[in-house]
């Protein structure tokens, strides 16, 4: 009787872990999707004041995910190393929890001055107006929804991603519900426009994080860890290991997000078309990466969990599975983004409507680029996926600042501005920046053993 090779082993393994957090991810992205979708129903104006506010929350929601994300590795190389570890793997959800709110508290203050934020980068004063409108209701969600991220990546490092999705895909109508009968006045509740948008996607949080928590709290496969016991017990050192490895991945995720994020504003400044296409194109990439971002998730455990093990071996086939498989999804995603864009843009958008024909047209141009950066763009988040495994994030961090922000903006300020492209040279821009940081991170992968990254 012949036994499967470990490489087969592997790749059954990974697509396991991975398939539910892709399912998850893209169920999270559909979320924020639906919350544009309802504001396009309000028109053009309202799209473009939502795209302003959901960027500024998303650079401090997406710093907050890679502080978080530490939780990730740090309960995987404990399972590497003691399959049935109980109390460190507790010790490393409580810390990281308590990070998530010493996170979130002086956010919160920041974001409640999103209108002055925005006026003061140079944003047109109506757009700014509705975004600060929108934030105060939406800025509210920021801790729920750290609060979730964590326990999914608690339930994720065991392997067990599954009620993640189940909790996401039960959000996901509560969403649209609450969002439709906040922002027009349905189901007898007052008509709230933007602030109702903002409210309805803090409430979906609040159902994320306490539906995932009751699960925790009952399933005998997790309610073991206890992770509400004692869980204001001060534990310095573990609050350090969390620091440590999370601050670097805030950064580096800082780093990507604010390079969209700016991309926005610099958007803002050319139009209010280029703006609102750019809000509808963005939207579709971010659904497509939902599937290598999950796969670099699920490649974070496997390696991690190889690394705890000390098994260099098993190391390497987590993460050449990984990069093997995203790289192989994004082909894939780049034809459908060349081949479909007006069908995936009229999800959006109202196609028949002549007001919306330029922004259209636009959408259409930007996501051509799109479809060039999706082999780089898996990649590079497939490439820090692994090295998180290997516990490595600090290099990545500075590979994601030369990146991002000297080459990506570098490139799109210049193609956009000085040689009047617009909008389509701030998303080439945007290409460019993603290339530098995959090559990068799979040439550091590449190089793991003489660089020191392996276990001795």
């Known amino acids: 009787m012949t036994h499967p090779s470990p490489w087969r082993i592997e790749a059954g393994a990974l697509v396991a ?6 399912a998850g991810n893209i169920a999270w992205s559909a979320i924020a999707a639906s919350d544009l979708l309802l504001l396009g129903r309000r028109g053009a104006q309202s799209v473009a004041a939502g795209a302003l506010a959901i960027n500024l929350f998303h650079a401090f929601l997406i710093f907050g995910m890679g502080l978080v994300t530490a939780a990730s590795p ?19 959800v409580q810390q990281t929890l308590r ?7 002086p956010a919160w203050v920041i974001l409640y001055q999103a209108e002055a934020i925005l006026r003061a980068m140079g944003q047109d004063a109506d757009l700014a107006r509705g975004a600060g409108e929108l934030m105060h209701g939406l800025q509210w969600a920021l801790l729920p929804f750290l609060g979730f991220t964590t326990l999914r990546n608690f339930i994720a490092a065991l392997e067990r991603p599954v009620w993640g999705l189940v909790i996401m895909l039960a959000a996901i109508p509560f969403n649209v519900i609450a969002g439709w009968a906040l922002i027009f006045g349905h189901l007898g509740l007052p ?7 903002g409210l309805a996607s803090s409430l979906s949080s609040a159902f994320l994080f306490l539906g995932l928590l009751a699960v925790i709290l009952t399933d005998r496969r997790f309610r073991r860890y206890r992770l509400m016991g004692r869980f204001w017990t ?25 390079v969209f994020n700016a991309s926005a504003f610099l958007m803002g400044l050319i139009g209010r078309d280029s703006l609102a296409a750019h809000a509808v194109a963005i939207q ?15 490649a974070t455990v496997r390696v991690g969990i190889a690394y705890g093990r000390g098994d260099r071996a098993a190391i390497g086939r987590a993460g050449w599975l990984a990069l093997m498989i995203g790289t192989g999804f994004a082909l894939c995603a780049a034809a459908l983004l060349v081949l479909a864009p007006r069908m995936l843009i009229g999800a959006f958008l109202d196609l028949d409507a002549p007001a919306n024909a330029r922004t259209a047209a636009l959408a259409v141009s930007f996501l051509g680029v799109a479809a060039l950066f999706q082999l780089v763009d898996a990649a590079q988040a497939v490439g820090a996926g692994v090295l998180r495994g290997l516990q490595d994030t600090t290099v990545p961090m500075i590979f994601a600042l030369i990146g991002y922000w000297l080459v990506g903006i570098g490139v799109g300020t210049l193609l956009a501005f000085p040689l009047g492209l617009d909008g389509l040279g701030i998303w080439l821009g945007l290409a460019s920046g993603l290339g530098a940081v995959a090559i990068l991170l799979v040439v550091r992968w590449s190089l793991r053993g ?5 276990p001795g």
Do not use: Y
């Open 17 to 22: 872990l991975a398939l539910p957090m892709i």
């Open 74 to 92: 740090l309960i995987a190389s404990e399972r590497g190393r003691r399959r049935h570890s109980v109390r460190d793997v507790r010790r490393t």
């Open 99 to 105: 990070a998530a709110l010493f996170f979130v508290l």
């Open 191 to 197: 008509e709230l426009g933007l602030f109702g948008a």
């Open 234 to 258: 001060r534990d310095r050192e573990r609050q350090r290991q969390v620091w440590a490895l999370g601050l670097p991945i805030a950064i580096t995720l800082g780093f990507e997000t604010t």
């Open 284 to 298: 579709i990439a971010a659904l497509v990466f939902m599937v290598p971002m999950g796969i670099g998730q699920a």
């Open 450 to 454: 003489r660089l020191g990254l392996l």
